[in-house]
């Protein structure tokens, strides 16, 4: 991968977005990387990832504006096909992910952000969808991801407007779950993953299942989901272990993912 660095840490994983001279802007070979990332984890032992990206200014600033600016209407409509294709694929990976946003995340870069499960902030970020600015529209999920996110009105008041938000701002709006200084967030992110891997992957997985597929539907329907997911967590060795050792008054053994 030329530009997604991967790196195993014990249960969890950072890919690392490392086009540093471009203040990592996604073209069709980053995009195509992040696809590679995600074949190459092992679901049986990685428990969480965290994305994050290269140099001290970015995170990633955006759809390589450079390749982007002479596509045709075909080539548009191929490059977001691309774009949200792997962005879908990350949003619903089995295992939790966490974007650690150090600094621009920006149209691309945002979405990319909130294709994660969780996202935590240096206190140097930016976020923003600049796309009308550049006469498009966001096109890797902005749209959608963001006012599920934040709410409609807050929605569209930051993609017509193209403003820029600082970390705090993105706190209130609820945009991203906390913030460190940027020299504390990679150990804030770590320590997050390993208390995630902590737990009990099928029911962490089936969690984020629940919660993931029970926002596309009703009420009703999504409870439904939750019966599913949660009678599915029975008869593994790790909710037999847990409960065990819950009702011997002892701490339950490392969870094994079966
Ligand atoms: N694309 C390509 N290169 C970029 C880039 C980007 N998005 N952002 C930065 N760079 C490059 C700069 O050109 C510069 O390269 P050199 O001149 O050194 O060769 C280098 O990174 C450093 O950037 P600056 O010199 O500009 O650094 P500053 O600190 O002065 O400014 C900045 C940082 C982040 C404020 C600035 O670089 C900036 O405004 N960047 C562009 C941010 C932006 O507008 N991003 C959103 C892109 S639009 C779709 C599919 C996808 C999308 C939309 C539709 N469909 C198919 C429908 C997505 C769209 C976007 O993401």
Redesign the pocket.
């Known amino acids: 991968m030329a530009f997604v660095d991967y790196e195993v840490k014990g249960q969890y994983a950072v890919a690392t977005i490392n086009r540093p001279?471009?203040?990592n802007?996604?073209?069709d070979q980053v995009i195509t990387d992040l696809a590679e990332m995600m074949d190459k984890i092992d679901m049986d032992t990685i428990r969480c990832l965290i994305i994050t990206g290269s140099g001290e200014?970015?995170f990633v600033?955006?759809?390589?504006?450079?390749?982007?600016s002479t596509?045709t209407k075909a080539e548009?409509?191929a490059?977001?096909?691309l774009?949200n294709d792997v962005f879908r694929r990350l949003e619903t990976l089995p295992i939790p992910t966490i974007a650690a946003v150090n600094g621009?995340a920006?149209?691309?870069?945002c979405?990319l952000a909130m294709s994660c499960d969780i996202r935590l902030a240096s206190d140097t970020a930016?976020f923003?969808?600049?796309?009308v600015?550049?006469g498009?529209?966001?096109?890797?999920g902005?749209t959608q991801r963001m006012a599920r996110l934040v709410g409609p009105g807050k929605a569209k008041e930051l993609i017509y407007t193209a403003r820029n938000i600082k970390a705090p701002e993105a706190l209130e709006i609820g945009l991203v779950q906390a913030v460190y200084p940027a020299a504390e967030l990679m150990a804030a992110a770590e320590k997050m993953a390993s208390r995630i891997a902590g737990n009990a992957p099928i029911a962490v997985r089936a969690c984020k299942k629940a919660i993931n597929d029970g926002l596309q539907v009703g009420m009703d329907e999504a409870i439904v989901i939750e019966e599913q997911q949660f009678g599915g967590c029975f008869e593994s060795e790790d909710q037999k272990n847990a409960m065990a050792a819950f009702m011997e008054k002892r701490p339950h053994d490392p969870f094994v993912n079966r």
Do not use: S
Not at 106 to 109: I, K, P
Not at 136 to 140: A, D, K, M
């Open positions: 001279k471009a203040l802007a996604l073209n200014k970015a600033a955006g759809a390589d504006i450079g390749q982007m596509l548009g409509e490059f977001g096909k774009g621009f920006l149209g691309g870069g979405e930016v923003g969808q600049p796309e600015g550049l498009i529209t966001p096109g890797f902005g």
